[in-house]
């Protein structure tokens, strides 16, 4: 019998990649504010203070330097969002390479 094919869990990663859809922006945290909130530059070169909702509160530890996806709120979009995903490194990685970021750095 053939063995069956198992992917490695850097493809099961990549695999779960949340794309940014309208509306939503890619950003790199600055720094921690305290509570709940962030400091993220944007990739649409914006500085925004997001905060991380209260279902993702306990569920995703975000740091300094993660690269997060943001829902700009509807009342001072320019400043203002909301925390939907934190991206892995690996994750970071493949966005980088596939375009998906442009104005940002990513370590």
């Known amino acids: 019998m053939a063995k069956k094919y198992e992917p ?9 990649i949340r794309l ?38 306990k569920r995703i530890w975000i740091k300094a330097g993660d690269l997060i996806l943001i ?12 925390v939907i995903f934190r991206y892995t490194s690996t994750q970071a990685n493949w966005l980088k390479r596939k375009g998906y970021i442009k104005n940002i750095s990513v370590e």
Do not use: F
């Open 20 to 57: 940014p859809r309208q509306n939503e922006v890619l950003g790199v945290v600055e720094q921690m504010l305290g509570g709940d909130k962030l400091k993220v530059n944007c990739d649409d070169d914006n500085a925004r203070i997001v905060r991380i909702p209260g279902k993702l509160r």
């Open 71 to 82: 829902e700009p709120w509807k009342i001072q979009s320019n400043k203002r969002g909301d």
């Open 8 to 16: 490695t869990p850097e493809e099961l990663e990549l695999s779960k």
